[in-house]
């Protein structure tokens, strides 16, 4: 069951009759195509010019063989992924992510995302992804570097800093971008530091990237709130995922004055009343690449709840920031028994279309992390930009960046949500802000 214009249906049942089984993708596709009905009735030319159906068909999908030896001697064999899913507005931008879940439904729902994302930031970025089924969990550092060497070794033909530039996701972070920026620096033999995102700070990255995800996740929210007169100070956060984007999103919302109390992990999640201790957390995840369990173990005053739903804890604000639909309805509806106002999605579609439904019909105020999580990108934009120029700018320079960027991406998306007769609806008002951008660079560019 849709509801789409008339003259889309068409394209949708191209795209699921192209991508069979892909159900990501597919949920992607129909929830920006379900936005566009003012947009098909106000701008007939995108229709005409199959502006639609054009931008629902990645440019180019890459699938390769990652071979590589393990500790053991053994060969292992993974799949690799890159999809360069739009050019319109720059060079393809994305992040790799390595993780057993991925196929090629994944990496295309996760493109066509970021093209969207990618506009509303304003930057000269198109979009695109990647990524390996390779899992890291319980890899030593050395397998991981030799699975980078070899994933980069193939891909290093397909980027470039004016083709496609790279950056981590889930299972992708400092560690491997350094392996992969190694690795192409070497088969290239050029320090071409524009070809990638998300590097180190001495080796050309930028300032703010790392905490940017999480940072602008919360400055997001905090625009969400002061929309309605409202604040963090003394608010109930729950964040989900105990990742970077979830470190980072605990972190500011901590320094605004709000109360994280619970964060999680794919096993389970903990509950800590008095507000979760960070440097526990960043100490678990960052330096032990550990279990969040252990951080009841370290803290008495916490609890573990093991497969729990962690939208159980009732909270004033909630930030989803593990992964994709791990927020359905029946969280959702957990979600409003508990009191929540406020959603803020830092990862990327964690909530599924049912989830959406109920909290749009509890009146929670909801924002789609195709906006809301556009800090990450818009700060990889930044670290380019430091790049073409051979600069590097203080902390509190490219956070306020950071932060101007993702006030203006909150503001384009009420306002367009206005324009488009749907006052207050950010998933209309990001998906119709991001659409208009990418479909008039199309139409100028030509039938390419
Ligand atoms: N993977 C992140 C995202 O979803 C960051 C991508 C990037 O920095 O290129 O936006």
């Given at each position: ?326 927020l359905s309805a029946e969280g959702a509806a957990a979600l409003v028994k ?9 990862a990327n579609m964690p909530t599924t279309p049912d989830g959406i439904r ?91």
């Amino acid at each position: 069951m849709h509801h789409l214009h008339p003259a889309l249906i068409g394209t949708y049942e191209t795209v699921l009759r192209r991508n069979a089984g892909e159900v990501e993708f597919h949920q992607a596709v129909l929830e920006v195509l379900e936005s566009l009905h003012a947009v098909v009735e106000k701008r007939p030319e995108y229709v005409e010019a199959s502006i639609i159906e054009r931008i629902c068909e990645p440019e180019r999908q890459i699938i390769f063989r990652v071979p590589w030896v393990d500790d053991q001697g053994v060969v292992q064999i993974n799949r690799g992924f890159r999809v360069n899913f739009n050019s319109a507005l720059g060079p393809y931008k994305g992040g790799l992510r390595f993780h057993p879940s991925v196929y090629l439904g994944i990496i295309k729902f996760l493109g066509f995302e970021q093209t969207f994302k990618n506009a509303l930031t304003g930057m000269p970025i198109g979009g695109g992804k990647g990524g390996s089924d390779f899992d890291p969990k319980g890899r030593s550092d050395a397998e991981i570097m030799r699975f980078c060497q070899s994933f980069m070794t193939e891909l290093y033909r397909h980027i470039g800093e004016y083709t496609d530039v790279p950056a981590g996701d889930i299972g992708v972070g400092g560690r491997e971008i350094g392996y992969l920026f190694g690795q192409y620096k070497r088969i290239t033999n050029a320090y071409e530091a524009g070809v990638l995102t998300g590097k180190g700070l001495t080796w050309g990255g930028s300032q703010a990237r790392k905490e940017a995800t999480g940072y602008g996740t919360v400055y997001f929210v905090k625009e969400m709130l002061d929309a309605h007169g409202e604040g963090f100070d003394g608010r109930r956060v729950v964040v989900s995922g105990s990742g970077n984007v979830a470190i980072y999103a605990v972190e500011k919302a901590q320094e605004f004055g709000a109360t994280v109390v619970a964060v999680s992990d794919s096993n389970g999640y903990v509950v800590d009343e008095g507000g979760i201790d960070l440097d526990l957390v960043k100490q678990i995840k960052e330096v032990q690449r550990g279990r969040i369990s252990e951080y009841a173990v370290a803290r008495t005053s916490a609890r573990h709840i093991a497969g729990g739903s962690i939208w159980d804890v009732p909270c004033d604000v909630a930030l989803p920031c593990a992964t994709e639909n791990e927020l359905s309805a029946e969280g959702a509806a957990a979600l409003v028994k508990g009191g929540v106002k406020y959603v803020g999605e830092g990862a990327n579609m964690p909530t599924t279309p049912d989830g959406i439904r109920v909290l749009h019909e509890a009146g929670v105020h909801y924002a789609p992390g195709k906006a809301v999580n556009a800090g990450g990108v818009a700060t990889s934009a930044l670290e380019m930009q430091q790049n073409a120029s051979r600069d590097s700018w203080s902390f509190d320079y490219t956070d306020q960046r950071l932060h101007k960027i993702m006030k203006g991406i909150h503001d384009n998306c009420l306002e367009t949500a206005d324009e488009f007769g749907q006052p207050g609806d950010y998933v209309a008002g990001a998906n119709i802000a991001g659409f208009i951008q990418v479909a008039d660079a199309m139409l100028a560019l030509g039938v390419i």
